[in-house]
């Protein structure tokens, strides 16, 4: 009895390790070094909607090329080109349905903050974007991370 109840034990002893295991989270991150191996950061920062579509399309691109999984692709917004990442541009819906299919967009908290004081409140994001201190910064970081750099 004692034997078998020592067999058992450690069987749930197993059970509750993988358990534990399964409960974390299996998506690498592409700055954790599991990540994908590819990685590319997008810099924006003009208003002109032909070099916003670029970026975007060069993203697609670049998902199309290595495969979704494979490539981990940041469009930083940040001055002017911040307007792509707003709910009044005409890529909103784009950029949103690009968030979904795993392109990070990320605008410049400088950037928002500047808006809010001319205009008095900050620029309604698409959904999907997420803001981060500073544009040209979060460029820099992602660099010294091994991603590689374009501005279309």
Not at 29 to 41: E, M, R
Not at 44 to 54: P, R
């Amino acid at each position: 009895m004692k034997k078998n109840f020592t067999k058992l034990l450690g069987i749930f002893a197993l059970v509750i390790s993988m358990l534990g295991l399964s409960g974390c989270s299996t998506t690498a991150n592409a700055d954790d070094g599991f990540g994908p191996k590819h990685k590319l950061v997008i810099q924006v920062s003009s208003k002109d909607a032909l070099t916003q579509k670029i970026a975007m399309n060069n993203a697609i691109n670049i998902q199309k090329a290595y495969g979704i999984d494979n490539v981990a692709v940041e469009i930083v917004a940040y001055g002017p080109g911040l307007s792509m990442l707003t709910k009044k541009s005409k890529y909103s819906k784009r950029v949103a349905s690009l968030a979904v299919q795993g392109i990070t967009f990320s605008a410049c908290g400088n950037t928002m903050k500047k808006i809010a004081k001319k205009k008095g409140h900050k620029p309604k994001l698409t959904n999907g974007v997420v803001v981060v201190s500073a544009g040209v910064k979060r460029i820099m970081e992602l660099q010294e991370k091994g991603y590689s750099y374009i501005r279309p």
